[in-house]
């Protein structure tokens, strides 16, 4: 401000005391500068919160119908249960400084805020994310779960499990933060450059439904008595194409949001370069890897199977999205295409180990969103550009930038740290908690249940008038899956009924 008034009191030496005049107009430009920013990042949590309305669709569609309205509510409970717990505890754990480099200790339940350096604004965007990371578990241990564990690993995730995370690598206080407080030193002379969370969100919540769906086990049908896999297909790709573009519009708050502003200047008055051209690139390089990640999942499982299949394709989508969130800033065009092609193999290996190994995970949440993330960090570390990341994470010359890039190693080094934290830290925490709940029997439901389905028996009823059916059985589609039917009486399953 002292500079603003400096250069603008010379200019109004026709006024009667220009430098009070100097200090009004420049406290109005401030003003102006929070507003826009606060307001930019209220948009860029809409836009993160509506990804939740596309999590229900992309779950709806890729359960089978007679779980539907179970999986919709689980994602409704994520958003509630998360608000609560991240109010109460997650914020502060997370951003409450000054601290230390492990866990927050101030604001819990908002107290103290706003602060300079954090309004409600910051609160609701960082709560939207907690609630995604909770969300991408939720699919993981699909049609299999009781309510009460989704409820209990929910609130522990974002209100503790996932907010430590995040105070490590984007908290000032964070020991391996890449925009560490000034005089604190950084892990490896550089800081992890995690830029959107394809560690701190995607990962968290890919391995914690990694541990779900370990100690569950597979669902009923799911591979047969030889062990070969049976794709149990979801009920609606309608609803799966849905809520992919739901989610893809929701990326663009995600990303370009995670700057939290955009009033800011990277070069001098009145030039074209500042914080609004590094949003732009961002939503460049978000769409560039999803879309190549999407056209490389659709021939490669073409190659495979000898089928165009959407729903792969809108998997393959969101892998390049998960992959590209942690460079999306400090990368090129030209780059994100690269994220998006391995992101796309990356996943169609992990899918290809997961049936050998017999895991089960109905959207794929794990594979997805644990290896296209641990795959993105890698790939931040390998093009980051030294102009992006001076200009995004400034004050600190010198600093390391990608290996193929001219940069070192020593960014790859700090990013590998990253993935060996998280997937230590996760598995310390979301393992024990679901092994808990797996030994006081309050993890997986009766097979008596599972056959049914859980809207007849834990949710009053179907979410659709319906017949679940396998068309395998009756020389339908080899690949089975379950079709709707109108039906004039609701339909209760047999006892002996095999409905898988």
Not at 83 to 91: A, E, I, Q
Not at 411 to 419: D, E, K, P, S, W
Not at 449 to 461: K, N, P, Q, V, Y
């Amino acid at each position: 401000m002292s500079s603003c008034s400096a250069d603008l009191a010379p200019l109004l030496g026709g006024v009667s005391n220009s430098s009070a005049a100097a200090d009004y107009i420049c406290n109005q430009f401030t003003d102006a500068g929070f507003a826009i920013d606060s307001t930019y990042l209220l948009f860029s949590a809409y836009l993160v919160f509506s990804m939740q309305l596309g999590f229900a669709m992309l779950c709806a569609g890729s359960v089978r119908a007679k779980n539907t309205m179970n999986i919709m509510l689980t994602n409704v409970l994520d958003a509630a249960a998360g608000g609560l717990f991240y109010y109460l505890f997650g914020f502060a754990f997370a951003f409450g400084g000054p601290s230390n480099g492990f866990i927050g200790k101030h604001f819990f339940g908002l107290k103290e805020v706003p602060q300079p350096s954090f309004d409600y604004s910051n609160f609701l965007y960082q709560w939207a994310f907690a609630i995604a990371a909770a969300g991408i578990t939720s699919g993981s241990i699909a049609e299999r779960t009781q309510f009460v564990a989704y409820l209990i690993y929910s609130s522990f995730l974002t209100g503790f499990v996932y907010p430590v995370v995040s105070h490590w690598f984007w908290s000032g206080d964070g020991w391996a933060a890449a925009a560490r407080n000034s005089g604190e030193s950084l892990l490896f002379g550089t800081g992890v450059i995690d830029f959107a969370g394809s560690g701190v969100v995607h990962m968290v919540g890919g391995i914690a439904g990694l541990w779900g769906a370990l100690i569950e086990g597979p669902r009923i049908g799911r591979f047969d008595h030889a062990g070969r896999s049976v794709n149990l297909r979801g009920h609606s790709a309608t609803l799966v194409v849905l809520g992919t573009f739901l989610l893809w519009f929701g990326w663009y708050g995600f990303n370009p949001g995670s700057f939290n502003t955009i009033f800011r200047t990277y070069g001098p008055s009145g030039s074209i370069h500042g914080q609004w051209s590094a949003v732009g690139r961002t939503a460049v390089t978000t769409t560039l890897a999803g879309c190549t990640a999407a056209l490389t999942t659709l021939f490669g499982k073409r190659l495979q199977t000898g089928h165009w299949n959407v729903v792969d394709v809108c998997n393959g989508l969101l892998g390049g999205f998960a992959a590209i969130t942690s460079g999306c800033s400090v990368v090129d065009p030209w780059a994100a295409i690269i994220c998006g092609f391995v992101s796309a193999w990356v996943l169609i290996g992990l899918n290809k180990l997961a049936a050998k190994l017999k895991f089960d995970d109905p959207l794929e949440a794990a594979q997805l969103h644990g290896g296209c993330g641990a795959w993105g960090i890698i790939f931040t570390a390998l093009f980051a550009r030294e102009k992006y990341v001076n200009e995004v994470f400034p004050g600190r010359p010198g600093r390391p930038y990608g290996l193929f890039m001219g940069g070192g190693g020593r960014l790859l080094g700090a990013h590998i740290v990253q993935i060996l934290v998280i997937t230590g830290w996760v598995s310390c925490t979301m393992g024990p908690l679901f092994f808990a709940l797996h030994k006081l029997n309050l993890l997986r439901i009766s097979a008596e249940d599972e056959l049914a389905g859980m809207d007849l028996t834990r949710h009053g009823g179907f979410a659709y008038d319906h017949h679940d059916e396998d068309p395998s059985a009756r020389g339908g589609s080899p690949g089975g899956g379950f079709t709707l039917k109108s039906s004039p009486t609701p339909v209760k399953p047999k006892a002996t009924a095999n409905h898988v």
